[in-house]
């Protein structure tokens, strides 16, 4: 129980499954994009009062799910969703992406309780900002998580914590840009329920419908979104496997990829 008294016992199982799953690193990429709802790691895009997503980083999730399904064999939606924060389906599952580059409008009442409710379940929710350099999004997002989670301070993390480790042995964050090697969580119940990159992530994702890639990275170009993608991954793992620290259950296959040198 949390906290807040909210089991995390169906969330915990499905979590462990999926992970055992990955391990294997066995099945063909058809029956991992079969693998349907129990576990599957699903990149949805959070919408909130007037906000729609279009644009070039449109298709960035569906990158995000194939760059995980190719390089771990973890169960992923192909194509991810979008859930309005006030939506009954927002709770279906648990991740969801806040993404933008202007404020959002403050929160409504329904939207309010729809993200308490999808914390209180265990949900993680990652906000990534567009333009790191203003970056306006993530600072009126913070605003607006004070609402939701009144008593939720971010922390920031550096590569010691299992964000940069689930999968990947990633020395920091970054992205489309590398404005910060750190990330900042909101813990609860020793899991890092809020994750903001600062460095727009999708944005280093992104790709048009002719498969080329939608941004420049910068400074450090394409091995600079090789890193982002693989910082993708592991936020991925740490969704499906947050109890891998305890549970272990894909250890074996993590340390073959690290003696192979594989992706």
Known sequence: MDSLGLPHVRRAFLRRFACAFAASAM?????AHAF???????????????????????????????????????????????VA??????????????SGSAPPAPLTGPELR???????????????????????????????L????????????????????????????TGRFQKADKLKVIVRGGQAQVIFSPN?????????AGRLHAFEVMPGGEPQRERAVRLAV???????????????VHAPFLMRRRRTGTK
């Open 27 to 31: 099945l063909p990429l058809s029956e």
């Open 36 to 82: 349907g709802d129990a576990g599957a790691f699903n990149p949805r895009i959070l919408l909130t009062g007037t906000s729609n997503w279009k644009g070039r980083r449109k298709l960035a999730p569906a990158r995000w799910a194939l760059e995980l399904v190719r390089r771990t064999s973890a169960p992923a939606r192909v194509s991810p969703t979008l």
């Open 85 to 98: 924060a006030d939506s009954p389906k927002l709770l279906a599952e648990p991740f969801v992406i806040w």
């Open 114 to 144: 729809g993200l308490q409710r999808f914390i209180a379940l265990g949900g993680t929710l990652l906000i990534d900002e567009h333009e790191p350099e203003r970056g306006l999004f993530v600072a009126a997002v913070e605003r607006e």
């Open 146 to 173: 004070r609402r939701v989670l009144p008593d939720g301070s971010p922390i920031t993390v550096g590569s010691e914590h299992v964000l940069f480790r689930s999968f990947y042995l990633l020395g920091g964050a």
């Open 200 to 208: 727009d992530l999708l944005g280093a994702l992104a790709r048009s």
């Open 234 to 248: 592991n936020i991925a793992m740490y969704v499906l496997c947050s109890d891998y620290k305890n549970d272990q």
